[in-house]
């Protein structure tokens, strides 16, 4: 920055500031603490239970879960925790980075700090492979003075390992006896959090008490009631609503080009919403009713199709489209040829030698074979056949080591664009559509993941990870932190633990039945959804577009929060 | 926004203002009144030659522009202008959007106000298109307070629509004879300000006047010493950079992606060398350096992969890559191709029958009628079969409007990308690679044009607008409006009129020379330059990301200027 009076000063000098690694926002931001949730200010808090939620565990939970599924729903309310011995805590980050990750560690940092100086926090490297290999760094007030209110997870790195075998967990355990932990705190999504239940339950007799914290921009991880967004999502979905807005600015001033944007979310579609209400697009197609409706490919091509024709009858060639990643897998034709075509591959590699896996054939011969396969019908091979040549061949890339297909891989944007393009030739030689179809394909993803933190995530990550200090000098294990009443202000906060076992269900997973927390979709019937659903037909005509801006950390504007969670929480009180 | 007190508020009351079109940062935003540079601040200012600058003028531009060429540099100094009649004046936005261009037309509509009440501003609608059919707004201080501060062309629109025929002339002269203007001001980028010059000539006659504004976010119209950088180029780089540091932390953090992001800009790589100073990303590619050291494109694939190789070696399968959008064009081989295809398809299309078009034909013909073309070489083709099958297709796709290639249509991130994946292939054969290689490409370009401007340039686009009007106001036709020192605070800045005859040179426009305003490409021997090619030696290996986070409008991070314009001015006086 140059400063009020740059020639008085050493030119050299400014030259050497505008070099440094730290930008002026990065060091902006360090400044900031965090508010407490009032219950915190006087103490660790105390354990109270909450009443008025069923929460049931399963029969399958209750019998690999024994221990922890004896605990019960609780509230944090004022109170403290005498503590005689220093505590040794770990934390490990898992998974995709999330917006707010690094204020999780500060606020278990500080909050052990403040309930006693010799309280020890270690951070596991790289992720849950950290554990495993016993890697990691203590985390000291230095280096939350180096990362508090910073994006990313790179103060430790983070990782995909999952704990799911005898031998993982029994090298947690040596890593956990060997460091003397009494705690233990998973940062992640849904399969973190069904690691941290299983960690939970078998380090119980070694005295390691383990606690979830809800994680990851997708916004999947919900619990009716009690969890009405995890850390990470707001952050994320506001850097993509800056990208839309920006676009949607574009579009409206170039007058020329329909911009089709695919935004991240595998399994719901809760980005999508939540962007859709920041940015107010022409086209918003939300997975879960696409899903409900029981739509083919071709109707959502006509979807998008039928706006654009209708708009280019009043002259506007121009508009924003939202695409959710995971849209294949809400369009049921197109999921039955991923669950076929991935069963095949996984059979015939089964068989297969090392170097003669069903991805070495020829384009031609892996059609041929998926052609002949028992579980494939004509009508799988009409539907097949009548797809674009990309998607045809994303439908058979290769799958993750887990056997899954990647959606990510495949550019569903540009594939329903041209499905669009194609239609709209049609539709030209019949004369209905008579305006000029000129377009951009966008991805937004892995950029959102990276953002600096909102000041409500900043607040909300803090706070999660006090509620997990406090939850473990309570005693606890087997439970997920969180904080209810996020759209009122931090005054308002309410700190509970969510006992893991009854979030668990069963669901296929390479091919056997696993115990997992399940993921929340977008409610059809919720309030967010139900104003979207009415909102975007007026979007669809008209110009209504909304330009959220980039996110701002002070003025009025920097303390936003999610206008989905909002409209839920006050729709329904209202 | 969540109020203080929301419990005490009506919940639909929030939910409506929830809804809203306009988002609060909008709202904000329309608050802020740029500050106005001293000069201007008791009056429209006086005109001063000034000395110092010996600006040459063409014979070409001398017979083509005879009077705007004797126009000599001016220097606005304190002063006034009596006003005895209301001005008619009109404006145009011209080409891509970019962000300040509201600015712009805040700032002559409230210069020309200050100046007297009756003076009138009409704006004319999608660019010079609406010059050309009459099509106009009149701007009124109600459609000024909606757009002031923020971001895209859209409170007029715009278009590419270039005055350049006889009749089209006519027809601007026939609008503004009808709407009885005084003044017109065109804001636009290097081919906007050549109409601009040229309606100067040919509207003299019937006492028009005619400023332009320079703008462009690729950041290449410039004149050394007088204009170091147009307006809109700041915000875009600082959205650009957003993203690409979001980037870096997400892939410091997760350890296991490459990203390769394209960034706007074709004939110029200065957003690059921009958005690199920002963000200190791993691999720089600089469009004019690969000219200038005549690298191939495997030389570049070359420069990308040994510092994957290397990075690899200490344990780091992570990084990012800037690639200019234009870098094809700076590639003399590939250049050479893409010239050789643009003849030889636009010769065949000059004698085919209109449905008989090059682009008519398979493939396959297209390649033949290629080979088998007289300035096609041996050499030629080696080289185009060398290339990745996208690339090949790229290089056949149709031209646009004027003949010329499209790079924004071509995915070089994917095709470098591609490249770089196959010599690593190569590498780790020989047992010289042995990390993995998981990559993905982003393409950032349409919605930095969208996004809302920075403070600097919504302080720049505003003393721009002014400076013209007082051009207008001093009697001046043929300039461009420039404002000096815009690398100190607004206090120190000097307005300017540059004569736009002495920009001008002879290129090669759909196989003819034309006068035209020169594009400025990143000089290989200015300190930004030179400090990049230093520092990105140490970046490459050892991680020194940069944040520099979303685009803020208060707090010390709001008064950021472009790094580049800074390291030069102060480099140069240091």
Not at 46 to 56: D, H, Q, T
Not at 145 to 159: C, D, I, P, Q, V
Not at 199 to 204: F, I, P, S
């Amino acid at each position: 920055m140059v400063a009020e009076s740059p020639v008085a000063q050493d030119p050299q000098a400014i030259i050497n500031d505008l070099l440094q690694d730290d930008s002026p926002i990065r060091l902006e931001r360090l400044a900031y603490q965090p508010p407490l949730i009032p219950v915190f200010r006087e103490g660790v808090g105390a354990l109270r239970p909450l009443e008025g939620f069923n929460l049931e565990v399963l029969k399958a939970a209750r019998d690999q879960l024994p221990y922890v599924s004896d605990n019960k729903l609780v509230q944090i309310v004022p109170g403290d925790v005498l503590q005689e011995h220093p505590r040794r805590l770990g934390i490990v980050l898992s998974g995709g980075p999330a917006p707010g990750g690094h204020n999780v560690i500060a606020g278990v940092f500080e909050a052990a700090k403040r309930a006693h100086p010799d309280n020890v926090l270690i951070g596991f490297l790289a992720g849950p492979k950290g554990i495993i290999t016993n890697k990691y760094k203590e985390v000291t007030a230095e280096l939350i003075g180096t990362y508090k209110n910073s994006g990313g997870f790179h103060m430790l790195g983070t990782g995909r390992d999952k704990i799911d075998t005898a031998t993982k967990m029994e090298q947690c355990r040596e890593t956990c006896r060997h460091l003397e932990l009494d705690g233990l705190v998973v940062v992640g999504g849904d399969d973190s959090n069904t690691n941290a239940a299983f960690l939970a339950e078998n380090m119980r007799d070694i005295g390691v008490q383990v606690i979830g914290i809800p994680k990851t921009i997708d916004g999947d991880l919900q619990v009716p009631g009690l969890l009405q967004i995890p850390f990470g999502y707001h952050s994320a979905c506001l850097s993509f609503a800056t990208e839309v807005g920006n676009l949607n600015s574009d579009c409206k001033s170039d007058l020329k080009y329909w911009h089709f944007n695919r935004l991240m979310g595998r399994s719901a579609s809760h980005i999508v919403l939540e962007v859709a209400l920041q940015t107010h697009p022409n086209v918003v197609l939300i997975g879960e009713e696409i899903e409900e409706k029981e739509l083919t490919i071709h109707n959502v091509v006509r979807l998008i199709a039928d706006v654009i024709v209708e708009r280019a009858k009043r002259g506007m060639n121009y508009g924003t489209v939202l695409i959710p990643e995971g849209i294949l897998e809400f369009i049921h034709e197109i999921n039955m040829l991923i669950i076929k075509i991935s069963y095949i591959i996984a059979n015939y590699d089964k068989e297969a030698a090392n170097s003669e896996t069903f991805h070495a054939l020829p384009i031609e011969d892996q059609v041929q074979l998926i052609d002949n396969h028992d579980i494939w019908r004509d009508y799988d091979s009409r539907v097949y056949m009548g797809l674009p040549t990309e998607l045809q061949r994303g439908l058979l890339l290769p799958r993750d080591s887990h056997g899954n297909f990647q959606f990510a891989q495949v550019r569903t944007d540009r594939i329903l664009l041209d499905m669009v393009a194609t239609y709209l030739r049609k539709q030209r030689g019949r004369g209905i559509y008579k305006g000029t179809f000129r377009s951009q394909n966008h991805y937004y993803g892995y950029d959102g993941r990276g953002t600096f933190p909102t000041k409500f995530d900043c607040d909300y990550g803090y706070n999660l990870g006090v509620t997990a200090y406090s939850l473990l000098a309570n005693g606890c294990t087997g439970y997920m932190a969180a904080i209810r009443h996020l759209h009122l202000p931090v005054e308002c906060w309410e700190p509970i633990g969510i006992p893991l076992a009854p979030l668990m269900h069963l669901e296929e997973r390479k091919g056997r039945l696993e115990l997992v927390i399940a993921k929340q979709k977008v409610d059809l019937e919720s309030p967010a959804f139900k104003i979207l659903a009415r909102e975007r037909q007026r979007w669809a005509l008209e110009d209504h577009y909304r330009f959220p801006g980039p996110i701002q950390f002070s003025g009025p504007s920097a303390d936003a929060k999610p206008i989905s969670l909002q409209l839920n929480a006050l729709a329904l009180a209202g």
